[in-house]
Structure formats: structure tokens, C-alpha cells
């Protein structure tokens, strides 16, 4: 079993910044697929980004590109969302996810579709309880 927990949240004005931090239990975290989700109030959960197990490739949401990067450290069982540029849209709970299985890049998005790693939050076993962030305006 893999578990995980999420730190760094808080409220902040929009512009600013805050890095979320997901930290796994066990000694195989590198072998895990990691991903960052949102859930606003009253919405659907939503794919932010994720990373592959040795960090090569990531993507992010087109909603937060350029504003949002996701890191990972094996050694220290941990990724890492840096988000940039908070806007009050951005208020939501973040949860990491994690999972064995790598099923590599699909399209993904409401409007235009581009492709993501994973974007799906049924491909992930493990979940965190989520820690909630406020942009406020």
C-alpha cells in the first residue's frame, strides 16, 4: 500500500505563489506515475498535472500552463506543484495521486484537447486526503 499526504496549501492573493508538497510512504515511490487533481466547490474534479516515475516527462492542464510546474524527488519520496500566478479560479482542494501503472499520453480538455500523461483520475490507485488552497482577489 502507498499513502500519501499533501502539505502547503493555505490562502494567498491572487498573483502570488505557494508550492504544494505530496509526500509518499514506502520504498516504491519511483516506480509510481504522480499526478496533482482539483476540486472546487460544486465541480468535478479536475486533472492539474502529473509526472512520470523518473520525472522525463510531465504535463500540466492547459488551464494552468505557465503558471503551474510539477517536480518530483524519488530520493525523498516527494513531488512537489508550484503554482505561480494564483488566481481566485484556482481556489479548490489539491489532491496527489499515484500509481503503478504508466498509461502514457491522452488527449484531454473541455474545450481544446491536448495531450496530457494520465490525465484521467480513474488510472490512479492511491489518493491523498488533499489540502485546500484560497486565492483570494
Known amino acids: 500500500q502507498v499513502q500519501l499526504g499533501e502539505s502547503g496549501g493555505g490562502l494567498v492573493q491572487a498573483g502570488g505563489s505557494l508550492r504544494l508538497s505530496c509526500k509518499a510512504s514506502?520504498?516504491?515511490?519511483?516506480?509510481?506515475?504522480t499526478g496533482w487533481f482539483r476540486q472546487a466547490p460544486g465541480k468535478e474534479r479536475e486533472y492539474v498535472s502529473s509526472i512520470s516515475q523518473s520525472g522525463a516527462r510531465s504535463t500540466v492542464a492547459d488551464s494552468v500552463k505557465g503558471r503551474f510546474a510539477i517536480s518530483r524527488d524519488n530520493a525523498n519520496n516527494a513531488v512537489y506543484l508550484q503554482l505561480n500566478s494564483l488566481k481566485p479560479e484556482d481556489t479548490a482542494v489539491y489532491y496527489c495521486?499515484?500509481?503503478?501503472?504508466?498509461?502514457?499520453?491522452?488527449?484531454?480538455?473541455?474545450?481544446?484537447?491536448?495531450?496530457?500523461?494520465?490525465?484521467?483520475?480513474?488510472?490512479?490507485?492511491?489518493w491523498g486526503r488533499g489540502t485546500q488552497v484560497t486565492v483570494s482577489s
Open positions: 514506502g520504498r516504491t515511490f519511483s516506480t509510481l506515475v
Open positions: 495521486a499515484a500509481d503503478h501503472r504508466f498509461r502514457g499520453q491522452t488527449l484531454y480538455g473541455s474545450v481544446a484537447q491536448t495531450k496530457c500523461l494520465q490525465p484521467a483520475d480513474y488510472d490512479y490507485d492511491y
